[in-house]
């Protein structure tokens, strides 16, 4: 074992580029005598089968936040941060349900159409803004970050250089092809991120384990941190204002979960692709059943690596390598590339191919969606209303191109920061209550009203920001006072719609809003397929609580 790569771990990861990059621009190619028009670029030209749409879901979610980050988080918290994975398999049920039937019937190009034909313009420029800020200063800039992170740590290779390359990949094939090339790149990406992780996590555990196999370096993790493996924290724990205990299952989890698996571009563009409501509602139950084994790919490594580094025995046995790069409690985010050092070759590249495999797929969903919001919702909105198909497409070619160059200076900004992934939420918990109340009242009650509705989320970001800064020292007594984050996202959630209610009961006195969704029994069937899948996940996903709960 070496921590250098050899040449069949280069091997292996320029053969997985060719392939990504061979089949992103086979995919993008114009067809002969058919130039791309909006619906082709944006949405895949409604083509997209169910398979496709699972895989794409998982590769968009899955990226350097996860495996880094979260890998992080199981390093300094345990297998309490896999309540995000599980629990978004219950909220894909839910969205393939009571969400998608609604926007699909529309024939949306993006979240932000839906809020206009529902509320106004005005608002939905507002939430617009709110998420191509979000996108490029957030999400684009974190995963270019840890990516980069990873290539720093694993190779050597200065940060600067590793958010360019990264850039650079995913801008290859993304910008030129749009969706399809995201889409259908996302199924292979998938097969490297899932068997990639599940190799680097059979390996750390064998490792750990001197050479006994996967379920023996398993037990020895259980028996040696038990504690490491409670789903629910109690509040002596060092994590318990990142994962709140019973909170994580009643309160803000839901909150985040409902906005980004619902009413997150970058996420519910694939199921708009789709060929039908019923092909994107499989799409959906097939990502839920993936999303159940992610924690074995990014949280168990984590836990390993905290064994590991924490046992005098382990690390003699490992060598000098395992002194390059040592994660700590303050520095948890190098867990992972840590445990790659120890990878076999040729196995190495493997494993480090599904790692880029989940950073450039994430960053190629994030451009293509910032990219159909700015052309779609702010250029033919406000600044070429007469835009033909090619303008449109060339628009959302060059915005992709200005957020990826944004996020790449923002990127190395971001050093100081440690287990990314709940940097992450924490700051998209600052907006994303307000928009999950906003979207939801406006799905499912009939009197909300637009002005209500701006009144809502403008009001959302100082609720959140008075949970984030508001001194200590006032009525610590107080629910409302210096309480965990997602707790926080639930309180705003709650307040927000408050709010809304109240706004829209004194405008149209209890009326319905004009514009109101009408809801029928009959919009929310779903097939047998679906609802025994439904079923199967949430029985999993009481089995997993019951042997985990503490």
């Known amino acids: 074992m070496t921590s250098n790569f050899e040449f069949w771990d280069y091997f292996v990861f320029i053969a997985y580029a060719v392939l990504i990059l061979g089949v992103g621009l086979w995919v993008s190619r114009d067809k002969?005598?058919?130039?791309?028009?909006?619906?082709?670029?944006?949405?895949?030209?409604?083509?997209?089968?169910?398979?496709?749409?699972?895989?794409?879901?998982?590769?968009?979610?899955?990226?350097?936040?996860?495996?880094?980050g979260m890998s992080g988080s199981g390093f300094a918290s345990g297998l309490a941060i896999a309540s995000y994975e599980w629990m978004a398999a219950i909220?894909?049920?839910?969205?393939?349900?009571?969400?998608?039937?609604?926007?699909?019937?529309?024939?949306?190009?993006?979240?932000?159409?839906?809020?206009?034909?529902?509320?106004?313009?005005?608002?939905?420029?507002?939430?617009?803004?709110?998420?191509?800020?979000?996108?490029?200063?957030v999400n684009?800039?974190?995963?270019?970050?840890?990516?980069?992170?990873?290539?720093?740590?694993?190779?050597?290779?200065?940060?600067?250089?590793?958010?360019?390359?990264?850039?650079?990949?995913?801008?290859?094939?993304?910008?030129?092809?749009?969706?399809?090339?995201?889409?259908?790149?996302?199924?292979?990406?998938v097969i490297?991120?899932?068997?990639?992780?599940?190799?680097?996590?059979?390996?750390?555990?064998?490792?750990?384990?001197?050479?006994?196999?996967?379920?023996?370096?398993?037990?020895?993790?259980?028996?040696?941190?038990?504690?490491?493996?409670?789903?629910?924290?109690?509040k002596s724990n060092p994590e318990f204002n990142n994962l709140p205990g019973i909170g994580v299952l009643v309160g803000g989890m839901w909150v985040a979960n409902l906005y980004y698996w619902g009413f997150n571009q970058y996420i519910i563009q694939r199921t708009l692709a789709a060929k039908s409501l019923k092909?994107?509602?499989?799409?959906?139950l097939f990502a839920a059943f993936l999303k159940l084994i992610i924690p074995l790919i990014v949280v168990i490594p984590g836990i390993a690596a905290y064994v590991m580094i924490n046992d005098p025995e382990i690390m003699a046995r490992l060598g000098d390598v395992a002194l390059n790069n040592i994660p700590s409690l303050e520095q948890a985010d190098k867990a992972y590339p840590w445990l790659l050092q120890f990878l076999p070759v040729g196995l190495k590249g493997v494993a480090f191919a599904a790692l880029a495999a989940a950073i450039v797929s994430s960053l190629a969903s994030m451009l293509n969606s910032t990219s159909t919001i700015f052309t779609m919702d702010i250029y033919k909105?406000?600044?070429?209303?007469?835009?033909?198909?090619?303008?449109?497409?060339?628009?959302?070619r060059i915005s992709a191109s200005v957020a990826l160059l944004i996020a790449c200076i923002m990127a190395p900004l971001l050093g100081g920061i440690d287990q990314a992934f709940q940097f992450i939420q924490e700051?998209?918990?600052?907006?994303?209550?307000?928009?999950?109340?906003?979207?939801?009242?406006?799905?499912?009650?009939?009197?909300?009203?637009?002005?209500?509705?701006?009144?809502g989320a403008l009001v959302s970001i100082p609720i959140a920001m008075y949970f984030k800064v508001a001194p200590k020292g006032w009525s610590t007594s107080s629910w409302f006072v210096d309480v965990p984050f997602m707790?926080?996202?639930?309180?705003?959630?709650?307040?927000?719609?408050?709010?809304?209610?109240?706004?829209?009961?004194?405008?149209?006195?209890?009326?319905?809003?004009?514009?109101?969704?009408?809801?029928?029994?009959?919009?929310?069937?779903?097939?047998?397929?679906?609802?025994i899948g439904a079923f199967s996940v949430m029985l999993i996903l009481v089995a997993l609580y019951s042997v985990f709960w503490n």
């Open 91 to 137: 909220t894909l049920i839910i969205v393939g349900k009571y969400f998608l039937p609604i926007f699909i019937e529309k024939g949306l190009y993006t979240i932000p159409e839906f809020v206009e034909k529902r509320f106004s313009t005005n608002l939905k420029t507002i939430l617009a803004v709110f998420w191509i800020a979000l996108y490029v200063f």
């Open 427 to 455: 700051y998209t918990g600052v907006v994303s209550p307000g928009i999950l109340a906003v979207f939801l009242l406006g799905l499912f009650w009939k009197k909300t009203t637009n002005k209500a509705a701006i009144v």
């Open 487 to 531: 707790d926080q996202m639930g309180y705003t959630a709650l307040l927000t719609m408050i709010v809304i209610a109240a706004v829209s009961y004194l405008q149209h006195k209890g009326a319905d809003d004009q514009k109101g969704i009408e809801i029928t029994k009959g919009l929310f069937k779903t097939s047998p397929l679906f609802n």
């Open 140 to 189: 684009l800039t974190t995963v270019l970050y840890l990516g980069a992170l990873a290539l720093e740590t694993i190779m050597g290779i200065p940060m600067m250089y590793g958010i360019l390359g990264l850039a650079l990949f995913a801008a290859a094939y993304s910008l030129y092809g749009g969706l399809s090339a995201v889409a259908w790149t996302d199924v292979i990406q």
């Open 381 to 396: 909105q406000y600044i070429n209303k007469n835009a033909n198909d090619k303008a449109t497409v060339n628009m959302g």
């Open 192 to 234: 490297f991120l899932v068997f990639g992780g599940l190799i680097t996590t059979y390996l750390a555990l064998d490792t750990l384990s001197d050479g006994a196999g996967f379920m023996a370096g398993l037990n020895i993790v259980y028996e040696t941190v038990p504690e490491r493996f409670a789903m629910i924290l109690d």
């Open 279 to 284: 092909e994107a509602q499989k799409g959906i």
């Open 32 to 68: 002969k005598g058919h130039q791309k028009n909006a619906e082709d670029y944006f949405l895949a030209s409604k083509s997209l089968p169910w398979w496709a749409i699972g895989a794409s879901l998982i590769a968009a979610n899955i990226s350097a936040e996860q495996f880094i």
